[in-house]
């Protein structure tokens, strides 16, 4: 067992910018330097690094611009070094060793973080970034804790989605310009819209909450673009590669071709030179035709 957890060790990889310029990027061997591939790397909108086995998170500096990453199916073991990625909406970190939810809060754009299939035993809502709109903590043993699906709702007032159910709240308790709505029929339309609106500025003082459909909006399209933008790329490496494939095919195909019909000519030749009585050998070495003369 110590034996395979060495080795394991050793196979670990980590975060460069030249792992996620192979990963990312596709630019032509020949034409690239150093200072193109950095330049392309730093106008990265969306990152996979996922099943690289990587063990660390960090040297994030590169993308510092980055909207959506993708880390599913690693080794990681603990949430850090994310604090420079301020413009970060999509965090993948499915599927890996993590124990604890920590080192999140600095990221005030996070909309989407999946963080299913880990380690974590201890719910700590608090460390969670507050406009979290779309949060998935399936396969975690947290989740089995008493009062669960509440602490997290408390602690995330945008919250549209959790573990894949939507997230169903009750209404906000009626204030006292309500009821005095309620009890004057005779109030205009244009003054009920102006106690919707007051309402609605009692909301806000609730993190983010007014503007969690646009928001909800917002990170799903961004989900929508790194989807495509995915799909893109998985087209052009599965063109790439089926031309390389058949280019190969083609190669060895002229190859065995060849092989299977030189021998034949060879056999030939030989055969008609030694069995006509006609062909005698020159003076150069070489078997010529003898013409009998009339």
Same mark, same amino acid.
């Given at each position: 067992?110590?034996?395979?957890?060495?080795?394991?060790?050793?196979?670990?990889?980590?975060?460069?910018?030249?792992?996620?310029?192979?990963?990312?990027? *596709?630019?032509?061997?020949?034409? @690239?330097?150093?200072? &193109?591939?950095? $330049?392309?790397?730093?106008? /990265?909108?969306?990152?996979?690094?996922?099943? $690289?086995?990587?063990?660390?998170?960090?040297?994030?500096?590169?993308?510092?611009?980055?909207?959506?990453?993708?880390? #599913? #199916?690693?080794?990681? %073991?603990?949430?850090?070094?994310?604090?420079?990625?301020?413009?970060?909406?999509?965090?993948? /970190?499915?599927?890996?060793?993590?124990?604890?939810?920590?080192?999140?809060?600095?990221? %005030?754009?996070?909309?989407?973080?999946?963080?299913?299939?880990? !380690?974590?035993?201890?719910?700590?809502?608090?460390?969670?970034?507050?406009?979290?709109?779309? /949060?998935?903590?399936?396969?975690?043993?947290?989740?089995?804790?008493?009062?669960?699906?509440?602490?997290?709702?408390?602690?995330?007032?945008?919250? #549209? #989605?959790?573990?894949? =159910?939507?997230?169903?709240?009750?209404?906000?308790?009626?204030?006292?310009?309500?009821? &005095? *709505? &309620?009890?004057?029929?005779?109030?205009?339309? $244009?003054?009920?819209?102006? @106690?919707?609106?007051?309402?609605?500025?009692?909301?806000?003082?609730?993190?983010?909450?007014?503007?969690?459909?646009?928001?909800?909006?917002?990170?799903?399209? $961004?989900?929508?673009?790194?989807?495509?933008?995915?799909?893109?790329?998985?087209?052009?490496?599965?063109?790439? &590669?089926?031309? =390389?494939?058949?280019?190969?095919?083609?190669?060895?195909?002229? !190859?065995?071709?060849?092989?299977?019909?030189?021998?034949?000519?060879?056999?030939?030749?030989?055969?008609? !030179?030694? =069995?006509?009585?006609?062909?005698?050998?020159?003076?150069?070495?070489?078997?010529?035709?003898?013409?009998?003369?009339?």
């Amino acid at each position: 067992m110590a034996e395979d957890s060495l080795c394991e060790s050793k196979k670990l990889v980590y975060i460069s910018s030249s792992l996620i310029a192979k990963r990312n990027l *596709q630019l032509s061997a020949d034409k @690239q330097t150093p200072g &193109d591939t950095a $330049e392309a790397v730093a106008k /990265l909108s969306t990152v996979r690094l996922d099943r $690289e086995n990587i063990g660390v998170l960090g040297n994030f500096e590169c993308v510092k611009n980055v909207y959506s990453l993708y880390l #599913q #199916q690693n080794q990681i %073991k603990k949430i850090e070094n994310l604090e420079l990625l301020h413009n970060l909406r999509f965090l993948m /970190l499915a599927a890996n060793r993590i124990k604890e939810v920590e080192n999140l809060t600095s990221l %005030k754009k996070l909309g989407f973080l999946d963080l299913s299939n880990n !380690q974590i035993e201890q719910l700590a809502p608090g460390e969670f970034p507050k406009c979290l709109i779309i /949060l998935n903590m399936t396969g975690n043993s947290c989740t089995k804790q008493e009062g669960y699906r509440e602490r997290v709702m408390e602690a995330l007032p945008a919250l #549209q #989605q959790l573990d894949g =159910s939507s997230v169903q709240r009750t209404k906000e308790p009626h204030g006292a310009g309500e009821e &005095d *709505q &309620d009890t004057s029929d005779s109030e205009s339309e $244009e003054d009920t819209e102006e @106690q919707y609106d007051s309402q609605t500025e009692k909301a806000d003082s609730l993190p983010e909450v007014s503007a969690s459909l646009g928001k909800v909006k917002e990170c799903f399209a $961004e989900i929508h673009k790194a989807m495509v933008y995915r799909s893109q790329q998985r087209r052009k490496e599965t063109e790439t &590669d089926h031309k =390389s494939r058949m280019n190969e095919l083609e190669k060895i195909r002229n !190859q065995i071709t060849e092989r299977m019909y030189e021998p034949v000519r060879t056999k030939k030749d030989c055969s008609y !030179q030694e =069995s006509d009585p006609k062909v005698g050998s020159s003076e150069g070495g070489t078997r010529e035709m003898k013409i009998k003369e009339p």
